[in-house]
Structures are given as structure tokens and as C-alpha cells.
């Protein structure tokens, strides 16, 4: 899962992103609002969050701007207004979430997990896929009810997959939601993890299809059943 960070504060900024990035999420951190909107206008979040008092352009107006371009992006405020009314005027402007500073980060992460499964209309944390369990909360798999061992980009390929079921994902798609802008990439790093998932999965039934020239997808097994 791809989060935009917007603080303008580099401690806690940094802060947030650690434990964020510690809970498996991928972080890019803008620091301030200019640079939040061109890249919220360019790129793909699962979900933005967004300090107020920034330089350049205010959290309101990148707010503002991202609903003028009906992008359903789920936003979490992040301010130190505390204000009844500065709480309601944000969220009918389109933000998902208010929380006032200092916040403590268990309940921001749990904030974050909320908004990150509305957005996907997923109101369960369990995905299920034939003999393949998702736990999106733990960040754990079973297959067959065996436990799956995935390294950490594997897992992340794996959900964001999961996540979108018989859907077509291009390699730009999934190096977005696998790696931050400053990590170098080989050309066939995405391959390799595809391979290596394949590998893991297909004893189960589970299989990663490759349409030629467009991506991936992972295809709905046809046992597939609800969970519980």
C-alpha cells in the first residue's frame, strides 16, 4: 500500500514514516504543498496524509484541488487545530479522517487501516482466494492453511494482486506500490518477484497470469469462498 505523507516538519515527518514504513507501507514524504498536489495529480495513493500549515500551498487548497479533479484519494487530516468547526469544514471539503496533534501512532496506524480499506471497498481485513488467505492487517498468508513465507516485496506484491483480483496491473502500477522513488530498479526486478510468487503459489491452485504487452493479474480460483 502507497501512502503520500505531507508535513513540513522533517522530525515529525520522519517519525510517521518509520513507523509507517515499519508496518509495511511504502511512504513518500512531501514537504510541502506545491510538491503534494503535482504529485497527487501524477501519481497513484492508496492514501494521502495531509498536515494543514504548509509552505507553498495550504492542506486546504491541495485538498480542494485533488476533489476539483475527482480524485477519491482518501485523505487523513493531520492538524493542530482543534477548533469543532476547522474539523467540519475539512470534512465537507472532502477530507475521510481528522485527527488533531500531537496523535499517537497506534491509533494513526489504525486510522490509516480503516481508510486504506474503505477506499478499497474492502470492508473486511481477511481476503480470501480459493485455499489462499490474505491477512491485511497482520501482514500474514496461508496457503491451505499452511503458513506462506514471503519477504517483504513479495508480500507487497502479493496484496496489491490480491487486492485486485482478475484485474490487469501494468509493471509501472506495481513498482509504484513496491518501491519509493529513490531506490534504484533493475529492468527485471518486477519479473523476479512475479516468478518467485508464481513458484509459491501455483502448488495451490493459485495462479499469476501474464497478459502480454499490458501485465499481470492474479486470476479468482474457481473454489473460491467467503471467509468465516
Do not use: C
Not at 513518500?28 to 497527487?40: F, H, P, Q
Not at 487548497?61 to 492538524?79: A, D, F, M
Amino acid at each position: 500500500m502507497r501512502i503520500l505523507l505531507v508535513e513540513d516538519d522533517p522530525l515529525l515527518a520522519d517519525g510517521f514514516a518509520r513507523s509507517l514504513r515499519k508496518s509495511g507501507y511504502l511512504v513518500e514524504v512531501a514537504g510541502d504543498g506545491k510538491t503534494a498536489d503535482r504529485w497527487l495529480e501524477t501519481e497513484t495513493f492508496d492514501l494521502a496524509i495531509l498536515d494543514l500549515g504548509l509552505p507553498e500551498l495550504d492542506g486546504t487548497t491541495v485538498l480542494q484541488r485533488l476533489r476539483l479533479r475527482k480524485q477519491r484519494t482518501p485523505v487523513l487530516i493531520l492538524s493542530a487545530r482543534m477548533a469543532l468547526e476547522e474539523r467540519v469544514r475539512l470534512l465537507d471539503l472532502g477530507a475521510d479522517d481528522y485527527m488533531v496533534k500531537p496523535v499517537a501512532l497506534v491509533e494513526l496506524e489504525a486510522r490509516v487501516r480503516a481508510l486504506i480499506r474503505r477506499g478499497q471497498g474492502a470492508p473486511e481485513p481477511l481476503i480470501t482466494l480459493g485455499r489462499l488467505q490474505l491477512d491485511t492487517v497482520g501482514k500474514r498468508a496461508w496457503l491451505e492453511g499452511n503458513a506462506l513465507e514471503l519477504a517483504a516485496r513479495e508480500w507487497a506484491a502479493l496484496e496489491f494482486l490480491a487486492s485486485r483480483v482478475n484485474r490487469i496491473v501494468n509493471k509501472e502500477q506495481i513498482t509504484q506500490a513496491l518501491y519509493s522513488w529513490e531506490e534504484e530498479i533493475t529492468p527485471n526486478a518486477i519479473e523476479k518477484f512475479i516468478s518467485r510468487l508464481r513458484t509459491k503459489l501455483e502448488p495451490a491452485g493459485v495462479n499469476i497470469r501474464t497478459v502480454r504487452g499490458l501485465g499481470y493479474f492474479l486470476e479468482k480460483p474457481e473454489d473460491t469462498h467467503e471467509a468465516g
